[in-house]
């Protein structure tokens, strides 16, 4: 299940890049529900908020290392942690693929999703952040129950 997860975050987030690049020209923002929601295509070559620009090959090292750390540990511990863990996870390195690929790829990671007062965002984006959120979750409530992510 949780190879599907990564999968599905990864596909979706590829797929949902592929429209805006070929609908879209860089910069181009389409109002979805104005003042609100827009479609804005942004070419993000830095990491969250737009930290470490132009710092591509850097990005593409860390990303890597951190996805075989969390590939391993999901790999080895299947069927020995909490399914929250596992979950949070999959998130992660489902997201983590995404905007590796566009850096490897492109030379920078799409971003689409602008709600005007957050910075552009994309599906991968979304991924990473909850799987933190349920990472944050089960260190905090099933770490002080069960000792930290144990399967109960």
Not at 7 to 23: E, G
Not at 36 to 55: M, P
């Amino acid at each position: 299940m949780y190879y599907i997860i990564i999968a599905s975050v990864f596909i979706v987030d590829q797929l949902s890049k592929y429209f805006v690049l070929i609908n879209m020209a860089p910069g181009q923002s389409i109002p979805i529900f104005d003042e609100i929601f827009y479609l804005t295509f942004v070419r993000n070559t830095g990491a969250a908020f737009s930290n470490f620009q132009d710092q591509r090959w850097g990005l593409v090292v860390v990303t890597s290392l951190v996805l075989i750390v969390l590939v391993v540990f999901l790999v080895r511990n299947i069927h020995k942690e909490h399914w929250s863990l596992l979950l949070a996870t999959s998130l992660i390195v489902g997201g983590g693929l995404g905007n590796l690929l566009d850096r490897i790829r492109l030379g920078y990671v799409v971003d689409m999703f602008d709600f005007q007062f957050w910075p552009v965002f994309n599906i991968a984006d979304m991924g990473v952040v909850v799987g933190c959120g349920f990472l944050i979750l089960n260190i905090a409530w099933l770490g002080k129950k069960d000792g930290y992510g144990k399967k109960t």
